[in-house]
T-cell receptor, first 110, second 113 residues
Framework: AQRVTQPEKLLSVFKGAPVELKCNYSYSGSPELFWYVQYSRQRLQLLLRHISRESIKGFTADLNKGETSFHLKKPFAQEEDSAMYYCALYEDSGYSTLTFGKGTMLLVSP | ETGVTQSPTHLIKTRGQQVTLRCSSQSGHNTVSWYQQALGQGPQFIFQYYREEENGRGNFPPRFSGLQFPNYSSELNVNALELDDSALYLC????????????FGPGTRLTVL
């Protein structure tokens, strides 16, 4: 069965510091991975997906199939990046599902 | 384009009762999924509806059931509530099957006493 692991519940950094939110997955097929973000009092929203290889709000994530990882990175954290971040694995087996990790809370202090 | 809406925002029930949660999908979306998010956990897939039919279910018992209507609004029904059903319930709409982008509603917080 597919599984997504986010080993850190909380990551606390200072403004301007680099950020790396870890995500590891277990999946037998070709994975399609996403990062979702939830800002305080807001709904869950898509941040980025690996297939588009885009950079959103300065965040990037590279799929490493050898290490089964999809870590989220940003070179210089901003206070507005403080939020809950979820890594998710998409599967389409007749119906489309997302398997989420438990999430990592990112706190960026001034 | 309107976003996904859910009602009510909060709900308190007692063990053994039944509850109905509602979701209005984004305009033009014919597929909706429901997720349960327990405290400190990521969302967990309950089931998916496509064109008014359930077409996929996660590891949830039959007392979790749903409906999808022709206007693509949907309901999640939970019978015989248990304390462990206390969670945030999210619906997510998709333009159609096999699209990977899911748009989430704000959720309904259910507390079972």
């Amino acid at each position: 069965a597919q599984r997504v692991t986010q080993p850190e519940k909380l990551l606390s950094v200072f403004k301007g510091a680099p950020v790396e939110l870890k995500c590891n997955y277990s999946y037998s097929g070709s994975p399609e991975l996403f990062w979702y973000v939830q800002y305080s009092r807001q709904r869950l929203q898509l941040l980025l997906r690996h297939i588009s290889r885009e950079s959103i709000k300065g965040f990037t994530a590279d799929l490493n199939k050898g290490e089964t990882s999809f870590h989220l990175k940003k070179p210089f954290a901003q206070e507005e990046d403080s939020a809950m971040y979820y890594c998710a694995l998409y599967e389409d087996s007749g119906y489309s599902t997302l398997t989420f990790g438990k999430g990592t809370m990112l706190l960026v202090s001034p | 384009e309107t976003g996904v809406t859910q009602s009510p925002t909060h709900l308190i029930k007692t063990r053994g009762q039944q509850v109905t949660l509602r979701c209005s999908s984004q305009s033009g979306h014919n597929t909706v999924s429901w997720y349960q998010q327990a405290l400190g956990q990521g969302p967990q897939f309950i089931f998916q509806y496509y064109r008014e039919e359930e077409n996929g279910r996660g590891n949830f018992p039959p007392r979790f059931s749903g409906l999808q209507f022709p206007n693509y609004s949907s309901e999640l029904n939970v019978n015989a509530l248990e304390l462990d059903d206390s969670a945030l319930y999210l619906c997510a709409s998709m333009r159609t099957l096999s699209t990977d982008t899911q748009y989430f509603g704000p959720g309904t917080r259910l507390t079972v006493l």
